[in-house]
């Protein structure tokens, strides 16, 4: 099955400043990438997505790239404010049928300071 | 729509009692999911179902049972609870076309504490 690694686990940056998130997965028949963003005590939610046929897609502050020679794509998000503090989850699944799941990284707690 | 419905929001259980967890969705999603979150840590599949009639488990169904007996509803059961099924359960959903696949859509969660 998919397999999703997720680092790092914890990160901490200045307001204004850029983080970024990496995430790898193992199957290489995986065609589509979400990132979730939880905020303490709710529950995650969906804040950008990118398909297998597209390298790059942009959202204001925030930005996805997917390598699928290399199996890995990352998360961006530049001009951090202090809002942007959560935890996020990468994930990773195939097209379709009946056994259609995502399988999730383990999280990155983003700490962003004032 | 109101989305994916989880009720309750919280519960204390004591050792060795049942409950069930309810999760409703509005969107005619075919896909329905549990997961549990243990703290600090990330999301672990339960029980999974792709239609009504149609359950599979997941990486962690032991202690669990699941039906889907209509497209809106996937309760999840919990019998004899212990210590270790302390945890926030997660129900979500998705659906799938001819084009393209989806992220899920999560519901509130709900706070179990087994002592």
């Known amino acids: 099955g998919e397999n999703v690694e997720q680092h790092p686990s914890t990160l901490s940056v200045q307001e204004g400043d850029s983080a970024v998130i990496k995430c790898t997965y193992s199957?290489?028949?995986?065609?589509?990438f979400p990132w979730y963003k939880q905020e303490l005590g709710k529950r995650p939610q969906l804040i950008i997505d990118?398909?297998?046929?597209?390298g790059e897609k942009k959202d204001q502050r925030i930005a996805v790239t997917l390598n699928k020679t290399a199996k890995h794509f990352s998360l961006h998000i530049t001009e951090t404010q202090p809002e942007d503090s959560a935890v996020y989850f990468c994930?990773?699944?195939?097209?379709?049928?009946?056994?259609?799941?995502?399988?999730f990284g383990k999280g990155t707690l983003l700490t962003v300071n004032p | 729509n109101a989305g994916v419905t989880q009720t309750p929001k919280f519960r204390i259980l004591k050792i060795g009692q049942s409950m069930t967890l309810q999760c409703t969705q509005d969107?005619?999603?075919?896909?329905m999911y549990w997961y549990r979150q243990d703290p600090g840590m990330g999301l672990k599949l339960i029980y999974y179902?792709?239609?009504?009639?149609?359950?599979d488990k997941g990486e962690v169904p032991n202690g669990y049972n699941v039906s889907r007996s209509t497209t809106e509803d996937f309760p999840l059961r919990l019998e004899l609870a212990a210590p270790s099924q302390t945890s926030v359960y997660f129900c979500?959903?998705?659906?799938?076309?001819?084009?393209?696949?989806?992220?899920?859509?999560f519901g509130s969660g709900t706070r179990l504490t087994v002592v």
């Open positions: 979500a959903s998705t659906t799938l076309d001819g084009r393209a696949n989806y992220g899920y859509t």
């Open positions: 199957d290489s028949a995986s065609n589509y």
């Open positions: 990118i398909r297998s046929n597209v």
């Open positions: 994930a990773a699944s195939t097209r379709g049928g009946s056994n259609y799941k995502l399988t």
């Open positions: 969107m005619n999603h075919n896909y």
């Open positions: 179902s792709v239609g009504a009639g149609i359950t």
